[in-house]
């Protein structure tokens, strides 16, 4: 699996973490370890207090829209043993999901979080300041959602407008390896030669 | 308010509300501060963003992953090569796709040409906050366009670049491109020493600079500051040296640090930032072997299910691709850890209790890219 280079082994994190603070890990792979959704903010505060693995900072957070779940991802940095700690949170409500910020251990979440309300409708409860980060007070909806405009699979009719990315065409041009000027309709035969060379 | 009506405390001021911006010289963009005054002193700020938010994250899930290449440069158009790194990098370490060496060093000396254009435009821009108006921005600009110039000659592009490609780079560059870019080299030093003479010793700027907007090196690390703004207060953090990618394990190179995290610190580091690039450069050009520039790959690259968090050393810190693949073309998540947004995360601590002046240059001492907070 593509793990990072100094990215920890989730087996190893979950069976210290699971060692200190019992019932919190719900599952571990290679890459990540899944922690109970509700208990994320005391997972988080003792990665970064633990002296083995030193979480001092959080380099990245976001979500995952899975249709039925949010997967809540935090990438955990450590800088002076130099690895990286990779944490789920899995929330199942899809309606009004909602789990604990992670701002009161790490202030870098503060505007990370806001954008994942933003745009994906997560709410983070003790979160100082939660507010829409690029969208105004009142928009419809959040648009990274799958969801988003009612469309299955989040696919969204007003973007394949392209000669070649109507749906019925798609699947043909993505399995093309070398597609020759004749298999694109007529009044794309420019851009699909030019699709045709290697798209450079 | 009471104390503006007691008649004993007539000099008492009350709070107002000042908006600086969307449209601002001091907020490098389309961005906007809100801030509370009493008086000369800032007592709480809010940041308005999202003028420029275009929504790639989702457009990304419409599109392959070469299709995806292009938005990254329009995300902080100010470091188009190092984005295209990024998201190159990531893409190659979720579908296993191997880039050969010449490529990798054509990389690496594009990146670093990035960097170099791109704090000449933060420092230049940091000098004019701080009051010396253009002069010294139009400097720096002399040699970033020369750059820019370079860019042109191998990729057609100067800004939204489009250079880099899964497997590889678009183009080696042509033959006039190798005596002009020595040529550059030759001269870079002399240039930077001319930057830091004219504001280094500055009084004027040493006075705007020093012990403002100080971030400790505890509270860099909390709220998840990166690049020079996290090393200029101290934290030898570069991933350059750290988890090295392309060939940067073969150069040698220092990192420069700050000691007391202000304003003048993160300026410093990002000048002698500017020096290690020239010497990575001059390192690359005299390695960098014969060969092929990129390897092919499918029109429609079908990575693995699985997820991917890849990140190169960008020139205001960490930039990240958190990429989420399902088998299919296009991505299933596409997210991307824009430094200039995550580096604002303690602005409002930095500036509430200092003036207003103060608090500018402490924004522009973090180098933000409204292209790169919105996205």
Known sequence: ???????????????????????????????????????VQEALRWLRDSQEFDAAQLSNLTAVDRHTSFEVVYHLQSLDLNHQVVVKAIVADHEAPSLPSAYPVYKGALLQEREVYDLMGIRFADHPDLRRLFLWEGYPGHPLRKDFLGIGGGRTSGLGRFPNEDPANRDRMMNAGNLTSQDMPPEAGGHGSAMASGGH | MTTSHNPTNAAATEPYVLNIGPQHPSTHGVFRLRVVMDG????????????????????????????????????????????????????ERLAGVEVPERAS????????????????MANGTLVSDAGAWQTPLLYMFREREKILDLFEMTCGARLTTNYMRIGGVSFDPPPEFWPALQELMDEMPTR??????????????????????????ADAINGSLVGPALRGSGVPWDLRKAEPYCVYDRMNFEVPVGRH????????????????????????????PDGPHKTDIPLALRPPVGEVYGRVEGPRGE?????????????????????????????????????LPDAVVALGSLDIVVGDIDR
């Open chain 2, 319 to 355: 930039l990240g691709f958190y990429l989420v693949s399902d088998g299919t073309p296009a991505p299933y998540r596409f997210h991307i850890r824009a430094p200039s947004l995550i580096n604002l995360s303690l602005l409002r601590e930095m500036a509430v209790g200092v003036s």
């Open chain 2, 40 to 91: 000369e002193v800032i007592r709480d700020l809010d940041m308005i963003v999202g003028y420029l938010h275009r929504s790639m994250e989702k457009l990304a899930e419409e599109r392959t992953y070469t299709q995806n290449i292009p938005f990254t440069d329009r995300a902080d158009y100010l470091a188009a090569m190092s984005n295209n790194l990024g998201v190159c990098l990531a893409v």
């Open chain 2, 105 to 120: 060093y054509l990389r690496v000396i594009f990146a670093e040409l990035q960097r170099i254009a791109s704090h000449a």
């Open chain 2, 192 to 217: 930077i020493d001319e930057y830091a003479s004219l504001v280094q010793d500055s009084e004027i700027f040493l006075a705007r600079t020093r012990n403002v907007g100080v971030i400790s090196a």
């Open chain 1, 1 to 39: 699996m593509p793990a990072g280079p100094h990215q920890l082994d989730g087996h190893r994190v979950a069976a210290r973490l699971g060692a200190a603070l019992s019932g919190i890990v719900t599952r571990a792979t290679d890459e990540w370890v899944e922690v109970a959704p509700e208990r």
């Open chain 2, 261 to 288: 995290g202000d304003v003048y610190d993160r300026f410093m580091v990002r000048l002698e930032e500017t020096r290690q690039s020239v010497e990575i450069i001059k390192q690359a050009m005299a390695q960098i």
